[in-house]
Each structure stands twice: as C-alpha cells, then as structure tokens.
C-alpha cells in the first residue's frame, strides 16, 4: 500500500488543480518559505478525517479553503482527493486502487466518497483504521509535536500503540456498544 497521489483544488494556497504524483518509497517535498510544503501534508490529513481546525493551522475549518490573492478573488469551495494503491489488499475493500475525496463548501459541511460512492466520515475511518493510518493522525507529526509524544502519560501512550497496532477500532467499537 502507498499513496499514489494526491489532488488538490481550492485548497489554502492551491487555487488551480494541482496533482502531485507519488511512488513508492521516500517522497520529500522542499521549497521556499510559504511554497505550500506544510499544506500538501494539511491536504493529506484533511482528506482521512481531520476535523481540528488547529491541526490544519487554521482558526476555522473554512480557513482550508484558497482565500484569495491580490489578482485572484477567493473560491467558493476546497477539495482533495488521495489516491492510495491496494494491490497488496492493505486497505479492507476489493478495490486495488483507491480514491478517496473530500470536498467542502464555504457555507457548509463536508462530503466525503470513496471511489465516487458517497460515504460517511465514519466509512473513511474504518477504511484507513486497520493500514495503520488512523483517526488521531499519528502517523503525521508535525513541528513541535515530538514534544507532545515525550511528554504524553502512559494511557495516551498505550492509545498511540493500540491505534498502531490496529485494536482502537474494536475498543471504541466495544465502548458505542457498551454505552446501549
Ligand atoms: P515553511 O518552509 O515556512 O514551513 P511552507 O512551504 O510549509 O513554508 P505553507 O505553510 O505550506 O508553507 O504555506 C503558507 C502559504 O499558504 C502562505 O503564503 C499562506 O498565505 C498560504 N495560505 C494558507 N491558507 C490559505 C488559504 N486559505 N488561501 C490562500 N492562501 C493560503
Ligand atoms: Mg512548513
């Protein structure tokens, strides 16, 4: 399993429909200062989920939506799509690529599809939960979060391996039915 590639439209500085090929292995970005670097790895959490409008750095959840420029007047809506190859069967679906996309409108909520069918944030979590990219984002660290993981008590700590692991699905499963 890797990510093939990634697509953004109307996303913070991607205005025009930017496709980033990717292939297996190592992929670094580099760039001048406020390139966009650190908004292609935003664009990769917001595509799986992420609903902290902070993780993303922004105030608010719109604030990932391109918001214009001196010659460019503001978009009306930002969406991503991650193409993730599954020949190796990783993701739990019978599909050996797969597209998930993730679009948003200014005066509104979120859509999300998995490739072109309309799904829930929910079918997108339990997609990715078992590839070991989870909910809480661990897999993307971003500056100064290192720190957070140092400092992180023991049960935070034991939540970091049981997501790894591929067990936080059937423990927060086991929670929702325990709850009834
Ligand atoms: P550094 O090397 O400093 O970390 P970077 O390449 O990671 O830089 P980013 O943080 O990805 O840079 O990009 C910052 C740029 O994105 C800024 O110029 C900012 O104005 C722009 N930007 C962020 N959100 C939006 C938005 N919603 N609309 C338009 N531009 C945006
Ligand atoms: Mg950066």
């Not at 200062?33 to 650190?38: E, L």
Request: net charge positive.
């Amino acid at each position: 399993m890797y990510v093939k590639s990634l697509t953004l439209k109307g996303f913070k500085s991607f205005a025009s429909a930017t496709n980033l090929r990717l292939e297996p292995g190592i992929t670094c970005i580099v760039g001048p200062n406020g390139s966009g670097k650190s908004n292609v790895v935003d664009a990769l959490a917001w595509v799986m989920g992420e609903q902290g409008a902070k993780t993303l750095r922004g105030g608010k959840m719109e604030d990932v939506i391109f918001a214009g420029t001196a010659g460019r007047p503001p978009l009306g809506r930002a969406e991503v799509s991650l193409t993730i190859d599954n020949t190796d069967g990783a993701l739990p679906i019978d599909y050996t690529e797969v597209t998930i996309t993730r679009t948003m409108f200014r005066n509104g909520g979120s859509e999300y599809s998995i490739n072109g069918t309309p799904s829930r944030l929910l079918d997108i979590q339990e997609l990715l939960s078992d590839s070991g990219i989870g909910r809480e984002m661990h897999v993307i660290v971003g500056q100064g979060q290192l720190d957070a993981v140092l400092r992180a008590t023991p049960e935070e700590r034991r939540g970091f391996i049981e997501e790894a692991a591929g067990v936080l699905k059937h423990r927060k499963r086991k929670e929702k039915a325990l709850r009834k």
